[in-house]
Nanobody, 120 residues
């Protein structure tokens, strides 16, 4: 199986920055895509950014220009650099991956989530 482990969340003041990390581990054959979603209380989970093999990157409108997604393929790790954070960015951020594993199977995997709180 595959596990996704996030780190880097925390409390930050408005206008501040945070970088989230997510490392995939397990019997990974290859990673199709990795990305970040977020869910604020009372809201549905929404896409923040996604990086696919071949260099394709998608950002939500609210993330474009402030957030940057990047991957370290050798380490099976995806990062989310967040700048100019706003109180509306407060949410639990989840790592997501579409991953081939056990040489022949693929599935969608989720991390456990990391809390990001933007408050003065």
């Amino acid at each position: 199986q595959v596990q996704l482990a996030e780190s880097g969340g925390g409390l930050v003041q408005p206008g501040g920055s945070l970088t989230l990390s997510c490392a995939a581990s397990g019997n990974i054959f290859s990673i199709i895509s990795m990305g970040w979603y977020r869910q604020a209380p009372g809201n549905q989970r929404e896409l923040v950014a996604r990086s696919t093999n071949g260099g394709g990157i998608t950002y939500a409108d609210f993330a474009r220009g402030r957030f940057t997604i990047s991957r370290d393929n050798a380490m099976n790790t995806v990062y989310l650099q967040m700048t100019n954070l706003k109180p509306d960015d407060t949410a639990v951020y989840y790592c997501n991956g579409y991953i081939y594993y056990n040489m022949k199977e693929w599935n969608e995997f989720w991390g456990q989530g990391t809390q990001v709180t933007v408050s003065a």
